[in-house]
């Protein structure tokens, strides 16, 4: 099994990536998250964002795995599955998408106690997606929760019932303006009669007898390193295991199977919601950096922070995960600029950190190393070699730094703007 994991804050272009790879796998696979998730991809100059389904849907003879580790919304699984077909008929999810019977479901309450959390002053803001994810996990964790396979069972509408009413109760309770409860629980078992009519099975069979029978599979992370649960910049993360280990958990894989590990990176950084970001850029130049770069929540649409690629971060990204290559997106967009930094460690009164273990001391300093910038229309390369000279030494530079070879470079929004370095 090989993975594809984002490194920093989320929004990294894994979508574009596993969309370019997915044809040389036989299933791809999501393993964590929801319908947080926005992986966007083109096709035919046209752009889809994919929440839950796993990117290599649009491939013929590939099969797509929602896997055990995920939380699905079965009301925004329904809505995204019919823009899909929209956006492209020859897709047909009924035949190649399926979905782990234990699963668990993120129900209406949970999206709406998101929504209370982030703007209650009694909790910190996290500045979620609203999506309901850390509802959904939290009574998963509390075993509180309904699970897809439950949707089968008899007492399914009961069960969910009693949830819904329990929240209802704390929700007004704690003065909440609520919809319908009839209006949310209709539309909620109006997806749910949609979604019986896809293939749900244990998956963890079905992944491990596909290996066993040699075939490969591609699991997909979502968010990032850096928003992992147990390993990120906590309080300000989601709710799940965004790592290569928490694919083996997410999918019920050995970690003896693990292949190749992506990590894909930004030529800078971007994050969406609060929390530390060391290099941010508060000027002119982030802002140039966000429109050019079109730095808006694929999901949410809000503006992303924007800053200095981070290599203390990335060390730790790329150790916690064991990177095997790396995969460096966006250098596009930095095109033009007369230089570039890159922040190589950041200084203490007494000493240096060159790993950020998900939080820095107050005191600490990023020191920025200024490269050349470079300034090249990528939109017709076709070799490495055609790269300007000033780009390839800034990616000789983050391998020698990092230790992990640039095997791939995104140099633009298309599909086919992918160079292959090695
Ligand atoms: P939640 O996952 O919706 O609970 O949000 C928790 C944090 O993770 C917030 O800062 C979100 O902006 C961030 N986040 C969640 N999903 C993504 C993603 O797919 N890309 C980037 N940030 C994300």
Redesign the pocket.
């Known amino acids: 099994m090989d993975i594809v994991l984002g490194l920093q ?3 990294e272009g894994k979508g574009k990536f596993i969309d370019l790879i997915s044809e040389n796998y036989n299933i791809t696979a999501r393993f964590n ?1 929801g319908s ?3 992986h966007s991809i083109e096709r035919n100059g046209q752009r889809i964002t994919l929440k839950m389904i796993p990117s290599g849907i649009f491939m013929k003879g590939v099969q797509n795995v929602v896997g055990t580790g995920t939380v699905l919304d079965p009301v925004s699984l329904k809505k995204e599955i019919e823009n899909l077909q929209i956006f492209d008929q020859t897709v047909h999810p009924i035949d190649n998408l399926i979905i782990s019977k234990k699963a668990h479901f993120v129900l209406p309450t949970h999206r709406l106690l ?1 929504a209370f959390m982030e703007d209650h002053p009694d909790y910190t803001t ?6 309901g ?2 509802q959904a996990y939290s009574n998963k964790i509390l075993r509180q929760n309904v699970r897809v396979g439950d949707m089968f069972l008899p007492d399914f509408e009961e069960k969910v019932h009693h949830i819904l009413k329990r929240d209802y109760k704390q929700l007004s309770e704690d003065g909440m303006v609520l919809p319908s409860l009839e209006e949310i629980s209709q539309d909620f078992f109006e997806a749910i009669d949609f979604l019986k009519k896809f293939n749900c099975i244990e998956t963890e069979i079905y992944l491990n007898k596909a290996l066993s029978e040699g075939k490969k599979i591609l699991a997909e992370g ?3 390193a850096m ?1 992992d649960i147990d390993h990120g910049t906590y309080p ?4 799940s295991s965004t790592t290569a280990a928490g694919a083996c958990i997410g999918l019920g894989i050995s970690p003896k199977k693990m292949g190749e590990i992506y990590g894909i990176a930004k030529a800078y950084c971007t994050r ?4 530390m970001f060391p290099t941010e850029l508060f000027d002119e130049l982030g802002d140039e950096i966000r429109t050019k770069g079109n730095e808006f ?1 694929s ?1 949410t649409g809000r503006p992303r922070r924007t800053g200095w690629l981070d290599l203390p971060a990335l060390r730790y990204a790329i150790m916690i995960n064991g990177v095997t290559q790396l995969v460096l997106t966006k250098a596009d967009v930095l095109s033009g600029l007369k230089s570039v930094a890159v922040c190589t460690h950041y200084e203490l009164e007494d000493g240096k950190i060159e790993t950020i273990a998900g939080s820095l001391p107050e005191n600490s300093r990023p020191v920025l190393k200024w490269l050349n910038g470079w300034n090249a229309d990528f939109s017709t390369m076709k070799s490495p070699s055609e790269l300007p000279i000033e780009l390839q030494e800034f990616l000789s530079f983050i391998e020698a730094e990092l230790e992990v070879p640039v095997t791939y470079l995104s140099i633009g929004p298309g599909r086919e703007q992918m160079l292959k370095m090695k």
Not at 126 to 131: C, E, F, L, P, V
Request: hydrophobic share 30%.
């Open positions: 804050w989320g929004d998250g947080n998730a926005g998101d996290i500045g979620s997606t609203r999506n994810i850390a979502s968010q990032a928003l300000y993360v989601t709710s969406v919601g609060n929390g929540g999901n």
